[in-house]
C-alpha cells in the first residue's frame, strides 16, 4: 500500500503589524516605509496602508505622487473591493493603500466604515499588512492599533513625545478592556477610569481591578487576560547618544510597573543625515542609502520583529 501524499506545509498566516506614537513628527511615516521595504526585500509579500485618515503622506515616503485610487475612495463606495485602490510602488512585493485625506472629515469615518475597512484589511492576501497610524489617541487610532498582531510605538527622545507614548498605551489598554466588557456597569466604570479625576481614585489598571473585583469577579478576571495579552512594542527614533536609546527600556518599566503591561523594545535608529537628504528628494533612505546607518538600524530591528524578540535590558 502506498504511502499518502504528504501536505504541503501550510502558509504562515498573515499578519497585521501597526507603527502609532502619541505625536506627530516622530517619523512614523518614515519608518513604515522603510520596514515594508526591508520585509518585500525578505520576500515577503506586503501591503502599507496609510491609516493617518486625514493626513496622509506614506506615497511621499516612498517616492510616489498622489495616487489617484485611495483610502477615501473605499470609504465612500466609489470601489467594493479594497484590493482597487492597492497601488504599485515599484517595489517588488510591496504595494500601497493610499490614504484617505483627500475628503473633509476622513479623520472622523463612522463606526460602520471603520468596521468595514478593518475587516477587508483582515482578508487581504499577503503575508504583512502594515498601518501607518495617525498622531494622537483617537478611538479610530487607538482600534486600528489594537486589531494588529504587532503594535509598535515609536518615539523620540524627547519630554512630550516619551509621555504622549505613555498616555498612548494607557489609551489603548483602558480602550482594550471597555471592548471586551460584558457589563455596562463595568464598560461605564472604565470610561470613568480615563479621567484622572475620576471620583472613585482610579490611577491605574490596579485599581480599576480593586473597583470591579467584588460586585463583578469575572469581569476582572476577563481584564486580566486582556492586560496580559495586550503586548505593545517600542522603537526609539533619531537616536543620537547611548541615553536615548536606553529610553525603550524606561517605558518598558514603567509600563510594566504603572500598568501591569508586559510590553517589549524591539530596536532603534540612529539620528542621520542620510535620511532627510533623501526625505528632500522624495526618496526612500534604503534605496538612497543601504549602507547608512539608519538602514542598518530598519534591517536589524525588521528582524527582530519577524522573530518576535526584543532587546534585554542594560541591567
Not at 80 to 107: C, M, N
Not at 241 to 250: L, P, T, W
Request: with cysteine.
Amino acid at each position: 500500500m502506498s504511502e499518502p501524499a504528504s501536505r504541503a506545509p501550510a502558509r504562515p498566516r498573515r499578519q497585521i503589524w501597526s507603527i502609532g506614537g502619541g505625536k506627530g513628527g516622530i517619523g512614523k511615516s518614515l519608518l513604515a516605509a522603510a520596514i515594508g521595504w526591508q520585509l518585500a526585500r525578505l520576500g515577503k509579500r506586503v501591503i502599507l496602508v496609510d491609516a493617518d485618515l486625514g493626513g496622509a503622506n506614506l506615497h511621499t515616503c516612498l517616492g510616489l505622487r498622489s495616487p489617484e485610487r485611495t483610502l477615501g475612495d473605499f470609504i465612500r463606495r466609489r470601489f467594493e473591493r479594497i484590493e482597487d485602490v492597492l497601488v504599485q510602488t515599484g517595489v517588488p512585493l510591496l504595494r500601497l493603500i493610499s490614504g484617505a485625506s483627500d475628503f473633509l472629515g476622513a479623520a472622523n469615518i463612522k463606526y460602520q466604515q471603520k468596521v468595514r475597512v478593518l475587516n477587508r484589511i483582515r482578508s487581504l492576501e499577503v503575508d504583512v499588512v502594515l498601518l501607518d497610524l495617525g498622531a494622537g489617541t483617537s478611538y479610530n487610532i487607538v482600534d486600528f492599533f489594537l486589531v494588529s498582531d504587532v503594535g509598535l510605538l515609536t518615539v523620540v527622545p524627547e519630554p512630550t513625545s516619551i509621555e504622549n507614548a505613555y498616555r498612548f498605551i494607557k489609551s489603548a489598554l483602558y480602550r482594550r478592556l471597555r471592548n471586551a466588557a460584558r457589563n455596562q456597569e463595568v464598560r461605564q466604570t472604565v470610561e470613568a477610569a480615563l479621567d484622572a479625576k475620576n471620583p472613585q481614585g482610579i490611577r491605574t489598571p490596579l485599581d480599576l481591578l480593586g473597583a470591579i473585583e467584588e460586585d463583578h469577579p469575572e469581569e476582572a478576571a476577563l481584564f486580566r487576560r486582556e492586560i496580559a495579552g495586550f503586548r505593545p512594542c517600542f522603537v526609539v527614533n533619531q537616536v543620537r547618544e547611548d541615553a536615548d536609546a536606553a529610553i525603550g527600556h524606561q517605558l518598558v518599566a514603567a509600563c510594566a510597573r504603572h500598568l501591569g503591561v508586559h510590553s517589549s523594545y524591539v530596536g532603534y535608529v540612529h539620528y542621520d543625515e542620510a535620511v532627510w537628504r533623501s526625505v528632500r528628494q522624495r526618496r526612500l533612505f534604503m534605496l538612497d542609502a543601504p549602507r547608512a546607518r539608519a538602514a542598518e538600524d530598519v534591517a536589524r530591528l525588521t528582524r527582530v520583529l519577524l522573530q518576535g524578540e526584543a532587546l534585554p535590558p542594560p541591567w
